[in-house]
């Protein structure tokens, strides 16, 4: 069975720091993404990492705050957030995809496996 669960959120202040781990069991994933939904707003891609061409990518909006790593394994991924905002409250979600993908964009189409996400409010 095919599964992706994350961990990590909470509550926390303006400004703060959290780390989002997904872990992935039942299948090798070579291409990980973090979106994220907020309240009547639609699922936003956050980050991704492609481990095919050893390269990261981000939103925008999260350049330079937030890192996407993962273990040698590649059954685990982090999302490190920092400097976080009341904007970035929503529920995030851990996708994965099986194949070789060589694309730069990390559109939901673009995975195969989602988990069941894990909220984050960040308070002002």
């Known amino acids: 069975q095919v599964e992706l669960v994350e961990s990590g959120g909470g509550l926390v202040p303006a400004g703060g720091s959290l780390r989002l781990s997904c872990a992935a069991s039942g299948r090798t994933f070579r291409n990980y993404g973090w979106f994220r939904q907020a309240p009547g707003k639609e699922r936003e891609f956050v980050a991704g990492i492609n481990w095919s061409l050893r390269t990261t990518y981000y939103a925008d909006s999260v350049k330079g705050r937030f890192i996407i790593s993962g273990d040698n394994a590649k059954t685990t991924v982090f999302l490190q957030m920092n400097s976080l905002k009341p904007e970035d409250t929503a529920v995030y979600y851990c996708?994965?995809?099986?194949?070789?993908?060589?694309?730069?964009?990390?559109?939901?189409?673009?995975?195969?496996?989602w988990g069941q996400g894990t909220p984050v409010t960040v308070s002002s």
């Open positions: 996708a994965g995809r099986a194949s070789y993908y060589y694309g730069t964009s990390f559109s939901q189409g673009v995975f195969d496996s």
